[in-house]
């Protein structure tokens, strides 16, 4: 097996023990994976927002029905699942906002 000593800012690809090709390492590959969680966490964000809008949207139309005397039964359903919605949402924000800070701290 052969080792190379290669600077940091050179990336080399070596396929069947042969040197591919060496290019330097563009000038922003330190704060790559710091921009790449920022993104990911706007987007994440963003998403949020888009179903938590949902739930929101549900919770307003079951206040709407309520005044028509629609039944409680009907009601608890939509509020529990506007509430579910709500909730998964938060919990699987919480999930992809860990995931994404454990890949960026393994990135760096």
Request: aromatic share 12%.
């Amino acid at each position: 097996m052969y080792s190379y000593l290669v600077p940091d800012d050179i990336q080399v690809t070596i396929e069947d023990g042969v040197v591919e090709e060496a290019i330097a390492a563009p000038f922003w590959a330190p704060v790559a994976p710091i921009w790449k969680f920022l993104v990911h966490t706007v987007v994440g964000i963003l998403i949020f927002v888009i179903i938590g809008a949902a739930a929101v949207g549900i919770d307003l139309g079951v206040q709407s029905l309520e005044p028509l005397h629609v039944s409680t039964e009907i009601v608890v359903v939509l509020k529990l699942g506007a509430w579910a919605i709500l909730a998964t949402d938060i919990f699987l924000l919480f999930v992809f906002l860990f995931k994404t800070a454990r890949r960026m701290v393994r990135e760096l």
